[in-house]
T-cell receptor
């Protein structure tokens, strides 16, 4: 069956460092992959979408990579700030059929 | 601009009671609509999605049902709640024709079944 794994349940880093979150998947050939941010008690908010034929995408301090050979996406936040503390979810879509979310990684950036 | 509303924000219901959660979207026409459930510390579980009025696809068989009586209104219901129905319920929408792309989520309803 299809599986999406986000590397760890929680990640703690120091302010100013780069946070790297991992999303691995199996038994899936996604057409595109998305990353969302979710704050406690709120709905997820879309951050970035990357297609299967794209290797990397950037938006301000955010960078996403997508390696379809390794079946992995990496999500980087550079120069992290305490305000970046949240849970980050990856989601995979296969063309127009289905979309699945990972369980998320809770990031805490300490001042 | 587009806005999505959900209510109520919080709900405490006894086991066996009925449920009705409502979601409405403003500022767009013919959106695709979705209901998700998120258990504590878990990922999002897709429950239902709809590509048009009266068109409902169910992802998980359970005691919940969904209806779409109007273009921008999506309702999640149950005749008899179970303890396992507790969770955070999220409604989301996507633009027509982009069913599984960027999803815009509502603020959610936290349901506690006692």
């Amino acid at each position: 069956s299809q599986k999406i794994e986000q590397n760890s349940e929680a990640l703690n880093i120091q302010e100013g460092k780069t946070a790297t979150l991992t999303c691995n998947y199996t038994n899936y050939s996604p057409a595109y992959l998305q990353w969302y941010r979710q704050d406690p008690g709120r709905g997820p908010v879309f951050l970035l979408l990357i297609r299967e034929n794209e290797k990397e995408k950037r938006k301000e301090r955010l960078k996403v990579t997508f390696d379809t050979t390794l079946k992995q996406s990496l999500f980087h936040i550079t120069a992290s700030q305490p305000a970046d503390s949240a849970t980050y979810l990856c989601a995979l879509s296969y063309n127009n059929n289905d979309m699945r979310f990972g369980a998320g990684t809770r990031l805490t950036v300490k001042p | 601009s587009q806005t999505i509303h959900q209510w109520p924000a919080t709900l405490v219901q006894p086991v066996g009671s009925p449920l009705s959660l409502e979601c409405t979207v403003e500022g767009t026409s013919n959106p695709n609509l979705y209901w998700y459930r998120q258990a504590a510390g878990r990922g999002l579980q897709l429950l239902f999605y709809s590509v048009g009025i009266g068109q409902i696809s169910s992802e998980v068989p359970q005691n919940l049902s969904a209806s779409r009586p109007q273009d921008r209104q999506f309702i999640l219901s149950s005749k008899k709640l179970l303890l396992s129905d507790s969770g955070f319920y999220l409604c989301a929408w996507t633009y027509s024709g982009t069913q599984w792309k960027t999803q815009y989520f509502g603020p959610g309803t936290r349901l506690l079944v006692l």
